[in-house]
């Protein structure tokens, strides 16, 4: 078997932490794949417009070295029920690979520079992509499919609020990165805590990247309150 990456993505998500754990969870989170230059033929995309969604195979590249179990304990579960690696969409898995539907937001090609936009991600920044193919709803989607313990979209969203400094780094912002409210409150929305804080008192201070920025949040009372939003360098 001889498996190459065609292109990598280029995503805010510059850390695993924070990552929603689906595609389309956060709509807001865009992403450039930029083909490699073997593959860098815009034949390879022809037509690819008559697809709204696409699928992405790509390599866990982060944590691929750390091995994987035939048991895994889903965030679903809590942490503490144990599932197949099979049934499950752990990273850890033996080949590392992970798949996701997101929206197709159309192609460019500038010089010999051959991007696609994509809408709805759950990959880490720099991720290799393996493959891409259309999403086919006739095959793909099927009405009525059982899910088990990953039947709905996870639910109860935390409200999202930012204090003042942080609303006026928004605007500041908004020049360079038109969707970061919305990103960020997509992203914090899903509380990204490990499981078990959800449930006791928390006082601590959280720090995420998007971007190159560094967002600054913790818990008050039944929100997410959004401290401040700082360039990495600077902060
Ligand atoms: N939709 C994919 C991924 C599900 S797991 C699938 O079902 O196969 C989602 C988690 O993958 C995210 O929370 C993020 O932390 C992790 N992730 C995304 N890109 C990754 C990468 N390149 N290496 C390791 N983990 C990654």
Request: proline residues 7%.
């Amino acid at each position: 078997m001889n498996i190459n990456p065609i292109a990598h993505i280029q995503s805010p998500y510059k850390q695993k932490f924070a990552i929603p754990r689906q595609p389309g969870l956060v709509k807001a989170a865009r992403g450039e794949i930029i083909f490699e230059e073997a593959i860098a033929d815009p034949n390879c995309l022809r037509e690819i417009s008559q697809f709204s969604h696409l699928w992405l195979i790509f390599h866990f590249h982060e944590t691929s070295e750390e091995g994987w179990s035939p048991l895994v304990q889903p965030p679903r579960l809590g942490g503490r029920e144990k599932v197949g690696v099979f049934a499950s969409r752990s990273t850890f898995r033996p080949n590392s690979l992970g798949m996701s539907v997101v929206e197709n937001l159309g192609w460019t090609q500038e010089g010999k520079k051959l991007v696609l936009r994509v809408g709805g991600v759950d990959l880490l920044d720099k991720t290799p992509i393996i493959d891409i193919k259309p999403y086919v709803p006739y095959a793909d989607a099927i009405p009525g499919a059982q899910a088990g313990y990953a039947s709905d979209a996870p639910g109860n969203m935390i409200a999202v609020e930012f204090t003042e400094k942080a609303k006026q780094a928004l605007e500041k912002l908004t020049a360079i990165h038109a969707d970061l409210q919305d990103l960020i409150e997509g992203v914090l929305q899903q509380d990204p805590r490990p499981a078990w804080r959800h449930k006791t008192p928390d006082e601590k201070q959280y720090g995420m990247s998007l971007y190159d920025l560094n967002i600054r949040w913790r818990v008050e009372g039944d929100c997410i309150r959004v401290l401040s939003i700082t360039d990495q360098e600077a902060s």
